[in-house]
């Protein structure tokens, strides 16, 4: 099983500043095959990024993904009062599929 | 407009049972993958079960092996999940997802709103 490792835990930011989260795969995730969600309390998660960097529809391009191999980073440009929530990325390449345990954007 | 709404959830007892449902709009369960992804309170997200686009191929995770049972009704447009020898570690709010279209191992969305499953005596 690939597990994934996600920091920091906890990212403390303010609107308008840039928010940088990382996640570590224990193997290669070939293929790109790696996603990215946002999930605020009490709601469904919500796809951001698939495919290591393809916004999924809807998605404003404030968000991006990037990386290869072990090593993933989703990076939110500019931060808007809607974007403070926790974050997990997910790897597809085989069964069974893993998420991260998650990274929780904070407003400072 | 693509939507995913699941109801059973409730109160059970250590070693009992319940089904879980999801009614899907917008498109039809019997031509594509789908699944069961949990979430344990204040905890992250666990994969649980798909079945494929054909119907014919399913498959677990470890924890629910042997014990859960993902199925739909195409009729109905619904899946369904059967949970038997319901453990404590088993409570969570159970979504279900529409993988891309690998059952064996996709990215998910949609995603259903959720339903609770409290495992307790």
């Known amino acids: 099983e690939i597990v994934l490792t996600q920091s920091p835990a906890t990212l403390s930011l303010s609107p308008g500043e840039r928010a940088t989260l990382s996640c570590g795969a224990s193997q290669t995730i070939s293929n790109n095959y790696l996603a990215w969600y946002q999930q605020k309390p009490g709601l469904a998660p919500r796809l951001l990024i698939y495919d290591v960097f393809k916004r999924a529809t809807g998605i404003p391009d404030r968000f991006s993904g990037s990386g290869s191999g072990t090593d993933f980073t989703l990076t939110i440009s500019r931060l808007e009062p809607e974007d403070f929530a926790v974050y997990y990325c997910q790897h597809y390449v085989t069964s069974p599929s893993t998420f991260g345990q998650g990274t929780k954007v904070e407003i400072k | 407009e693509v939507q995913l709404l699941e109801s059973g959830g409730g109160l059970v007892q250590p070693g009992g049972s319940l089904r879980l449902s999801c009614a899907a709009s917008?498109?039809?369960?019997?031509?594509?993958?789908m699944s069961w992804v949990r979430q344990a309170p204040g905890k992250g997200l666990e994969w649980v079960s798909s079945i494929s686009d054909s119907g014919d191929r399913t498959n677990y995770a470890d924890s629910v092996k042997g014990r859960f049972t993902i199925s739909r009704d195409n009729s109905k447009n619904t899946l369904y999940l059967q949970m038997n020898s319901l453990r404590v570690e088993d409570t969570a709010v159970y979504f279900c997802?529409?993988?891309?279209?690998?059952?064996?191992?996709?990215?998910?969305?949609?995603w259903g709103q959720g339903t609770l499953v409290t495992v307790s005596s």
């Open positions: 997802a529409k993988p891309h279209w690998n059952y064996w191992a996709d990215w998910f969305d949609p």
């Open positions: 917008g498109f039809t369960v019997s031509s594509k993958a």
